[in-house]
């Protein structure tokens, strides 16, 4: 069993940035595939990033791709995303997802495991 909580959203000015966090409980983090998703009103979830067990397996949606970088830090069970140069359809709720499998997954019926989510607004 995993628990994940997201922390680090906010309000945030167009071209701004901000840094969320996922901390995992469980110990099996440092073998889980991670990744966050976000979901904007009326829309449907989408992928953002994901990351293998190790780090050294990365990958992004074109949209965040060059602005966005995930990260994890195993000796600490979280995982991190800097969200830099922020744009308005930024806005959503963000949410962490983890999988059994060790790999990254851009399919949210991948994961088996989800947090509350947090709100990240991004104004003009």
């Known amino acids: 069993q995993v628990q994940l909580v997201e922390s680090g959203g906010g309000l945030v000015q167009a071209g701004g940035s901000l840094r969320l966090s996922c901390a995992a409980s469980?110990?099996?983090?440092?073998?889980?595939?991670m990744g966050w998703f976000r979901q904007a009103p009326g829309k449907e979830r989408e992928f953002v990033a994901g990351i293998n067990y190790s780090g050294t397996s990365i990958y992004y949606a074109t949209y965040v791709k060059g602005r966005f970088t995930i990260s994890r830090d195993n000796a600490k069970n979280t995982v991190y995303l800097q969200m830099n140069s922020l744009k308005l359809e930024d806005t959503a709720v963000y949410y962490c997802?983890?999988?059994?499998?060790?790999?990254?997954?851009?399919?949210?019926?991948?994961?088996?495991?989800w947090g509350p989510g947090t709100q990240v607004t991004v104004s003009s």
């Open positions: 997802a983890a999988r059994i499998a060790a790999g990254w997954a851009s399919g949210s019926g991948a994961y088996d495991y």
């Open positions: 469980g110990r099996t983090f440092s073998s889980n595939g």
